[in-house]
T-cell receptor, first 112, second 113 residues
């Protein structure tokens, strides 16, 4: 069935370093790939998304890249700050439906 | 514009009971999705409603059901509660017809004892 795998499950970095989270998806026809950030005790919030007709998208310190051939996409956070500490979820749309399948999440800790 | 509102925020039930959770989407959003969040399992899709019709359904037993009203508000019902149903239940709404760009509520934390 449809599946999204996300790695790593936890990631610790020093403030100012970069962080990369990777996801792979199984449905080759998926065409929408959002990333959500969930801070402790709060709701998931959309931070960036990309569609299958684009290979890369940037928004200030965050960027997402998509490799359709390999069926994987990645979130890149540069110059990390303590407030970037949260759980990050990737997701992929499922063909012929309107639902999103989420990865299992990555807990990012940024140490000052 | 008010965000997605979920009530109640916390619920404690015992096995065998049933529970109803409520979700009010962002004004103008017609798509409402429900997700179950448990530690280590991420967000598991339950179902999605659009214009009062269930458009998609996840792989959950029939004890989990939902509905959407004409004002786009949605309810989720779980009957014959089991211990494993303890989780954070998140509702998300979307303006896009494709159900993308989800905006989440704060969730209802359900504990089954």
């Amino acid at each position: 069935g449809e599946n999204v795998e996300q790695h790593p499950s936890t990631l610790s970095v020093q403030e100012g370093d970069s962080a990369v989270i990777k996801c792979t998806y199984s449905d080759s026809a998926s065409n929408y790939f959002p990333w959500y950030k969930q801070e402790l005790g709060k709701r998931p919030q959309l931070i960036i998304d990309i569609r299958s007709n684009v290979g890369e998208k940037k928004d200030q310190r965050i960027a997402v890249t998509l490799n359709k051939t390999a069926k994987h996409f990645s979130l890149h956070i540069t110059e990390t700050q303590p407030e970037d500490s949260a759980v990050y979820f990737c997701a992929a749309s499922i063909t012929d439906t309107d639902k999103l399948i989420f990865g299992t999440g990555t807990r990012l800790q940024v140490f000052p | 514009k008010a965000g997605v509102t979920q009530t109640p925020r916390y619920l404690i039930k015992t096995r065998g009971q049933q529970v109803t959770l409520s979700c009010s989407p962002i004004s103008g959003h017609r798509s409402v999705s429900w997700y179950q969040q448990t530690p280590g399992q991420g967000l598991q899709f339950l179902f999605e409603y659009f214009s009062e019709t269930q458009r998609n359904k996840g792989n959950f037993p029939g004890r989990f059901s939902g509905r959407q009203f004409s004002n786009s508000r949605s309810e989720m019902n779980v009957s014959t509660l089991e211990l494993g149903d303890s989780a954070l239940y998140l509702c998300a709404s979307s303006q896009d017809r494709e159900g993308e760009k989800l905006f989440f509520g704060s969730g209802t934390q359900l504990s089954v004892l």
